[in-house]
């Protein structure tokens, strides 16, 4: 728990400036926590990311982050993040031809949605920025109550599991401790920081929100289980790796962006 605790604070220390700051600081600082991101995926499944379709993920994720953000305005406005993206998945898909078929479509799938699912994530944070730094915050205080309150509440009533098969020490008590929790900080955060929809509106997206970031959480808790790993990293001394620390806004910001709060 100590250890855990000075990572912590270690940590706060030097992200919030940085979300302080935004700009281009912080879509480098999130570009190389998607490429981590991509680096752990690749770890789990047994794959060395300095590989070519390896390389190519990682390039993937990168412009997805980064595309149409300052850290690249020497591009034409054309090269937006979906057509950069785009451009090494067509060199992982092509190594099937390359490698006369040794390299098959159903292997191409993986490095293609890794770079999909942490580059959508973190894309989606470095817009949360660009539009105000109270969106970003709100974002981050649902899924730490969330993740806070869940904790607390399965500690002192949960009785019934979650989702036993794959992190057996969740529970449904903790789940809707969880929920209650992003509700009540919320509600006063947007007390002091209200948003274009009404307060009723946002109480159900945050509910929404925060369940989305419960199951981010045990969607990475299904592949660390799948591929035999306790952590997705060990970047983060007592807390593991990035994806670990981030799996459930890679999910929330970007529902929170389909719903047009930035």
Not at 213 to 242: C, E, T, W
């Amino acid at each position: 728990m100590r250890q855990r605790v000075i990572t912590a604070v270690i940590a706060l220390i030097l992200f919030i400036p940085l979300i302080i700051i935004g700009g281009i600081p912080l879509q480098l600082v999130a570009a190389l926590l998607g490429a981590v991101g991509v680096y752990e995926l690749f770890n789990m499944k047994g794959l060395e990311l300095k590989s070519f379709e390896g390389v190519l993920a990682l390039l993937a994720v990168i412009f997805l982050i980064l595309g149409g953000t300052d850290s690249l305005n020497f591009l034409p406005n054309s090269f937006d993040s979906g057509s950069l993206f785009y451009l090494p998945i067509m060199g992982i898909l092509m190594l099937s031809v390359f490698s006369k078929n040794a390299y098959t479509f159903d292997e191409a799938a993986f490095p293609v949605l890794v770079s999909l699912y942490v580059g959508m994530g973190f894309k989606n944070f470095v817009l949360a920025r660009e539009a105000g730094l109270s969106i970003l915050l709100f974002a981050l205080f649902v899924v730490w109550a969330t993740d806070i309150g869940a904790y607390m509440f399965g500690v002192k009533f949960g009785k019934n599991k979650l989702a036993p098969h794959i992190s057996p020490n969740k529970s449904i008590e903790g789940a809707l401790g969880g929920i209650l929790s992003a509700v009540v900080v919320s509600f006063v955060y947007l007390l002091f920081f209200p948003f274009n929809y009404s307060l009723i509106v946002m109480m159900v997206l945050t509910v929404l929100f925060s369940i989305v970031g419960q199951m981010g959480d045990l969607v990475q808790s299904a592949y660390k289980r799948h591929y035999g790993f306790k952590d997705s990293g060990n970047i983060l001394p007592g807390h593991g790796g990035i994806l670990d620390r981030f799996d459930s806004l890679l999910f929330v910001f970007p529902l929170m962006h389909l719903f047009g709060l930035f």
